[in-house]
């Protein structure tokens, strides 16, 4: 997997060998970042279920002014100080459970990457979702990968779908805070 586009455009993006993580196609990641390409550069980011890093890298590599990626795998945080070992000091890697970190976190973002495992219980993807928006800066956007078989996500008022689309298996929401 390679970055697309940006400062880094065709930098490798080591992924994790593992049945619990699913790397993003490109196709896909192409798609979300076409669709909020005027909205990244000089944002604060929030990579949740970061893996491998590739969105919040990607988001690095157009502009984006610091990103936090979130991970509670030890094997994925450390491919993710190897993806990015060359990049500046505007990320951090934060050891903890979404949910832990969305309950304590006190910074705010301007886009919210949210890819959680397609398994993860659709209470606990709709709870956390809606949660965000406490994170989340006025006019923020939330973007979200799930298997497009998933069931339909009750969002909190607060949101308005700003774009859905399916790619393959994946289905991307992409939320804007209202």
């Known amino acids: ?3 697309l ?3 880094y455009k065709s930098k490798k993006i080591q992924t994790i060998n593992n049945s619990n993580t699913r ?3 490109s196709k896909v990641r192409e798609a979300i970042f076409n669709s909020i390409q005027f909205l990244i550069d000089d944002k604060d980011v929030l990579d949740l279920y970061a893996g491998s890093g590739s969105l919040g890298i990607e988001a690095l590599s157009r502009g984006a002014k610091f990103v936090t990626f979130v ?5 994925c945080i450390e491919i993710l100080n190897k993806n990015l070992k060359e990049f500046e000091n505007n990320f951090i890697i934060t050891s903890s459970p979404v949910d832990t970190f969305i309950k304590s976190s006190i910074n705010t973002y301007d886009i919210i990457f949210y890819d959680p495992p397609f398994e993860l219980d659709k209470n606990i993807v709709e709870n956390e979702i809606n949660n965000l928006e406490n994170l989340l800066n006025d006019s923020g956007y939330v973007i979200i990968h799930r298997h497009k078989a998933t069931s339909e996500i009750e969002f909190s008022k607060n949101y308005e779908i700003h774009r859905e689309k399916n790619y393959g298996q994946s289905k991307i929401i992409i939320l804007r805070k209202i």
């Open 1 to 3: 997997m390679r970055v």
């Open 5 to 7: 586009a940006g400062k």
């Open 23 to 25: 790397p993003m196609m």
């Open 71 to 75: 991970e509670k795998s030890k094997d």
